[in-house]
């Protein structure tokens, strides 16, 4: 019913109403009926009186029940975290009685409700994993679009499917194409051992739709390809072409917004990861945005401490390609000695000095539940590797929560260290 007087009233009616009677309602089939309808618009205070009610009835909690959990929540837009916590001890007990849309659902309610439980999205991998000839590939990109929804990256079965594309990529079309470039490179995520062959597949599916596919479509899965180090010739001939270019870049609101980072990410790639490769003079280029200050007081306590001056290193640098730093610190070929800022104003004209950089991500830059950079983030890694520095990459949030002692020998371990990590071997040592 559209808005009016007489709807509000009839709407505040059946909330006192619903209210009065929420206290007899024991059925939690009938309590989640209620949120479904009442939906996101409820009363914050409605919303938590059936709350209350329903966390009474929890011994009465069926699988089936605590499915719907998840979608009434979503519905209402309620992040209950002890109802939601009960639901997912049920479904994880009973996992194995689930279905398929099921699964999906629970998945793109955890999306809805930013509820991101690592139990529950390993339980419903390792099930998946385990009951692997259960599903087809379509099946298995849409579980996997929903866990890219959580920023969890289930590193078996995603070498599983892995495998699966590379074996048989016309069992692919456009839409699932999309949806493997877009999660692979989201989590960043590449198969150990068949990289390059699981790429050229992906590479060939697309080119058998080069001629149907908008240009939105195609800057996704260029970008897509871009952020996994990978050139797909075709389709980026196709993308840099004028037209194409021009009708991207000219899109208004959120799109042109979008559009200009990608093109500009893929701009940066040909130019750091392919130099060689020559573009057209048209292509895009990003003007620089106004440099991040970024305020980080316990790793600049610590570098402080570590390296006795505020002399030795530097912060918030800016550089070209509209990548920032953090911190910035130079030292000798070996990385045994830390050197003044002001003794090397140009690297170019010091061959034997080695740049490094600090960089301070928060967790929402690294895979749910792990220290595993996403997409965005690992590209960046790698392009300032190509730049010439030595990376080292800081999980902030964890880095907080350490003693200052501690601090101090996370990083003193990591600029000193003789070795560089290569940024697609980067896990759970990788980082502070």
Not at 171 to 193: A, D, E, Q, T
Request: net charge neutral; glycine share 4%; charged share 20%.
């Amino acid at each position: 019913m559209g808005k009016s007087r007489n709807v509000d009233a009839l709407q505040a009616g059946l909330q006192l109403l619903v209210e009065q009677r929420i206290p007899k309602i024991s059925n939690i089939f009938m309590l989640q009926s209620m949120m479904k309808c009442f939906g996101k618009d409820a009363p914050l205070s409605l919303k938590r009186k059936i709350e209350d009610r329903v966390l009474r009835e929890l011994d009465h909690l069926t699988p089936l029940n605590a499915q719907n959990m998840f979608s009434a929540l979503a519905a209402m837009n309620h992040c209950s975290i002890l109802l939601l916590d009960a639901s997912t001890n049920k479904i994880i007990e009973s996992i194995h009685g689930f279905s398929f849309w099921q699964l999906i659902h629970v998945l793109k309610s955890c999306s809805i409700l930013r509820y991101r439980n690592v139990a529950l999205c390993s339980a419903i991998a390792n099930y998946v994993t385990s009951h692997i000839y259960m599903w087809d590939t379509n099946q298995l990109v849409l579980l996997l679009s929903a866990f890219g929804g959580l920023r969890f990256r289930p590193v078996e079965l995603m070498d599983i499917l892995a495998e699966k594309v590379t074996s048989h990529p016309e069992s692919l079309n456009l839409k699932y194409i999309l949806g493997v470039l877009r999660v692979y490179s989201l989590l960043n995520h590449v198969p150990k051992c068949q990289n390059q062959e699981f790429l050229e597949s992906l590479n060939g599916a697309l080119n058998n739709y080069l001629t149907r596919i908008s240009n939105v479509g195609l800057l996704k899965a260029v970008y897509s390809f871009c952020v996994l180090d990978y050139l797909p010739q075709p389709a980026l001939s196709q993308l840099l072409q004028e037209d194409n270019l021009n009708e991207l870049l000219k899109s208004d609101g959120l799109n042109k917004e979008q559009n200009e980072m990608m093109v500009h990410s893929v701009n940066v790639c040909l130019e750091l990861d392919s130099p060689s490769f020559t573009k057209p003079a048209t292509v895009f280029i990003k003007k620089p945005s106004s440099p991040l200050v970024s305020d980080l007081p316990e790793v600049q306590m610590a570098l402080l401490k570590l390296l006795g001056d505020e002399r030795m290193f530097q912060q918030n640098i800016q550089l070209p390609h509209d990548y920032n730093i953090d911190f910035e610190i130079k030292m000798d070929a070996d990385r045994k000695k830390v050197l003044p800022v002001t003794e090397v104003d140009d690297p170019a004209d010091a061959p034997d000095v080695q740049r490094v950089a600090v960089l301070c991500a928060s967790p929402s830059a690294f895979c749910f539940g792990t220290r595993h950079p996403q997409g965005k983030l690992a590209m960046k890694m790698r392009h300032l590797k190509k730049l010439g520095y030595h990376v080292i990459l800081v999980h902030y949030q964890e880095f907080k929560n350490l003693k200052k002692e501690e601090a101090i020998e996370c990083l003193k371990g990591e600029i000193y260290s003789a070795d560089a990590f290569p940024v697609s071997d980067v896990n759970l040592q990788d980082t502070i």
